[in-house]
């Protein structure tokens, strides 16, 4: 390169090593804007695009649900110099993909760094939900004891876990939850070989048996057209009488009133969500019925994924400059 590559980041980049940052910075130029909401973010684009433009780059940080999506309005100012988007989500729904392909902009995505911290919270919503432990704190934060509920909670163990997206997070999960003495099967779009199969210990099965023979139903396959609402009514019911439903994938994956509705009905005992429709503004219903589970979409939220998240992304942006092509690009230019 003749001259350094611009690169705008929405945000510091957490946690990277020091040695690390100073390699990037030394080949490429780092420009820092502080994004705020979503208005607020689109003016601070726009002005640093012309007081310190052009950007060749940019890196989408964490904290990115206050101002996405990421599209024309907010990111065309950057054009036609933009070259590459580099994510620190593992998903890219919320990703114009049409608009930046027409313009030749790499979008990327991270592949590794959020997967086991995912699968971490995926067994914890798991363990949480068949034996209830949210409840129990409760009472002894109010002074109760567990005396006061008769019937024990459930076990993990022998119980059929059906995981929905065999990707790198269900492979994790697959694997943590059988530490509990779980069995687990799965239904992904394509099967997984039989030698993998073999070595995590799972077995396949369609959609529609996986939903009437598990226990567990986790859903941790990513937002995309064909998946947006496949868990609904009809899924729901052919689901087992007193289920427990996962879901860390994306609030839009899983219908929202046909889930309302089975826990209502008490179809679904308890499910255990990290993802909801229109985050962070959810359905009050979630925040106060005892039969959820909930937390603030905490899948990517630990030091760790979020310096593995950068390095991703920063190793993406010097595929693109310094070999040709980005480590994990989502469209084809």
Same mark, same amino acid.
């Given at each position: 390169?003749?001259?350094?590559?611009k690169v705008?980041?929405?945000?510091?980049l957490?946690?990277?090593?020091?040695e690390?940052?100073?390699?990037?910075?030394?080949?490429?130029d780092?420009?820092?804007?502080?994004?705020?909401?979503?208005p607020g973010?689109?003016?601070?684009?726009?002005?640093?695009?012309?007081?310190?433009g052009?950007?060749?780059?940019?890196?989408?940080?964490?904290?990115?649900? &206050?101002?996405?999506?990421?599209?024309?309005?907010l990111?065309?100012?950057?054009l036609?110099?933009?070259k590459?988007?580099?994510?620190?989500?593992?998903?890219?729904?919320?990703?114009d993909?049409?608009?930046?392909?027409?313009?030749?902009?790499?979008?990327?995505?991270?592949?590794?760094a959020?997967?086991?911290?995912?699968?971490?919270?995926?067994?914890?919503?798991?363990?949480n939900?068949?034996r209830?432990?949210?409840?129990?704190?409760?009472?002894?934060?109010?002074?109760?004891? &567990?005396?006061?509920v008769?019937v024990?909670?459930?076990?993990?163990?022998?119980?059929?876990?059906?995981?929905?997206?065999?990707g790198?997070?269900?492979?994790?999960?697959?694997?943590k939850?059988?530490?509990?003495?779980?069995?687990?099967?799965y239904?992904n $779009?394509?099967?997984?070989?039989?030698?993998?199969?073999?070595?995590?210990?799972?077995?396949?099965?369609s959609?529609?048996?996986?939903?009437?023979?598990?226990?567990?139903?986790c859903?941790?396959c990513?937002?995309?057209?064909s998946t947006?609402?496949?868990?609904?009514?009809? /899924?729901?019911?052919?689901?087992?009488?007193?289920?427990?439903?996962?879901?860390?994938? $994306?609030?839009?994956?899983i219908?929202?009133?046909?889930?309302?509705q089975?826990?209502?009905?008490?179809?679904?005992?308890?499910?255990g969500l990290?993802?909801?429709?229109?985050?962070?503004?959810?359905?009050?219903?979630? $925040?106060?019925?005892?039969?959820?589970?909930?937390?603030?979409h905490?899948?990517?939220?630990?030091?760790?994924?979020?310096?593995?998240?950068?390095?991703?992304?920063?190793?993406?942006? /010097?595929?693109?400059f310094?070999?040709?092509?980005?480590?994990?690009?989502?469209?084809?230019?």
């Amino acid at each position: 390169m003749a001259a350094k590559a611009k690169v705008l980041s929405f945000g510091p980049l957490h946690y990277v090593d020091p040695e690390k940052l100073e390699q990037f910075t030394s080949t490429f130029d780092l420009h820092i804007i502080e994004p705020t909401d979503r208005p607020g973010t689109v003016a601070l684009v726009a002005e640093a695009a012309k007081t310190s433009g052009p950007f060749d780059a940019a890196i989408i940080g964490m904290g990115n649900g &206050r101002y996405e999506l990421f599209n024309e309005e907010l990111l065309g100012p950057l054009l036609p110099s933009l070259k590459i988007v580099a994510c620190v989500n593992a998903g890219y729904s919320e990703f114009d993909l049409e608009w930046f392909t027409k313009n030749k902009v790499y979008v990327t995505n991270t592949l590794y760094a959020v997967a086991e911290p995912t699968a971490d919270i995926t067994v914890m919503l798991i363990l949480n939900t068949l034996r209830d432990f949210s409840k129990f704190e409760k009472l002894v934060k109010t002074g109760s004891w &567990r005396s006061v509920v008769k019937v024990p909670p459930t076990d993990p163990h022998g119980l059929l876990l059906g995981i929905v997206g065999m990707g790198k997070i269900g492979k994790h999960v697959a694997k943590k939850s059988q530490a509990f003495g779980m069995k687990v099967q799965y239904y992904n $779009r394509n099967q997984i070989p039989a030698e993998e199969e073999k070595s995590l210990d799972v077995t396949y099965a369609s959609l529609q048996d996986l939903l009437k023979t598990s226990d567990v139903v986790c859903v941790n396959c990513p937002l995309s057209e064909s998946t947006k609402g496949m868990i609904g009514e009809a /899924e729901i019911a052919m689901m087992k009488d007193g289920v427990f439903l996962i879901n860390t994938g $994306r609030g839009l994956i899983i219908d929202e009133k046909a889930l309302i509705q089975g826990i209502w009905s008490g179809k679904i005992a308890r499910a255990g969500l990290d993802v909801f429709d229109n985050e962070p503004n959810i359905n009050p219903f979630f $925040r106060e019925n005892e039969k959820c589970i909930v937390q603030p979409h905490l899948g990517s939220f630990t030091n760790r994924a979020w310096k593995d998240a950068y390095f991703e992304c920063m190793a993406n942006i /010097e595929g693109y400059f310094l070999k040709g092509k980005p480590i994990s690009p989502v469209n084809t230019i």
